[in-house]
Nanobody
Framework: QVALVESGGGLVQPGGSLRLSCAAS????????MGWYRQAPGKKRELVAA???????NYADSVKGRFTISRDNTKNTVYLQMNSLKPEDTAVYYC?????????WGQGTQVTVSS
C-alpha cells in the first residue's frame, strides 16, 4: 500500500507563489506516474500536471507557463511549483500516484488565492 502526504498549501495573494510537496511511502516511487489534480467547489476534479516514470511532463492548458511539476526519486517526492497564481487556481490540490495496475491518492491540501 502506498501512502501520499501533501503539504505546502495555504492562502496567497494573486500573483504570488506556492510550492506543493507530496511525499510517498510504501511503494517503488520511480515506477509511478505522479500527478497533481485539483478540485474547486462545485467542479469536477481535473488534472493539473503529471510526471511520468520516463521523465515526461504534461500540463493543463490553464497552468502552462505558470506551474512546474518536478520529482525527486531519491526522496520519493513530487513537487508542484505554482507561480503567478490567480483566484481561479483556488482549489483542493491532490497528489496521485498511478502505476500499471494500481493508483493512489493523497488527502489533499487547500490552496486559496485571494486578496
Amino acid at each position: 500500500q502506498v501512502a501520499l502526504v501533501e503539504s505546502g498549501g495555504g492562502l496567497v495573494q494573486p500573483g504570488g507563489s506556492l510550492r506543493l510537496s507530496c511525499a510517498a511511502s510504501g511503494g517503488i516511487f520511480s515506477r509511478f506516474t505522479m500527478g497533481w489534480y485539483r478540485q474547486a467547489p462545485g467542479k469536477k476534479r481535473e488534472l493539473v500536471a503529471a510526471s511520468t516514470a520516463g521523465g515526461s511532463t504534461n500540463y493543463a492548458d490553464s497552468v502552462k507557463g505558470r506551474f512546474t511539476i518536478s520529482r525527486d526519486n531519491t526522496k520519493n517526492t513530487v513537487y508542484l511549483q505554482m507561480n503567478s497564481l490567480k483566484p481561479e487556481d483556488t482549489a483542493v490540490y491532490y497528489c496521485n500516484a498511478r502505476g500499471f495496475l494500481d493508483g493512489y491518492w493523497g488527502q489533499g491540501t487547500q490552496v486559496t488565492v485571494s486578496s
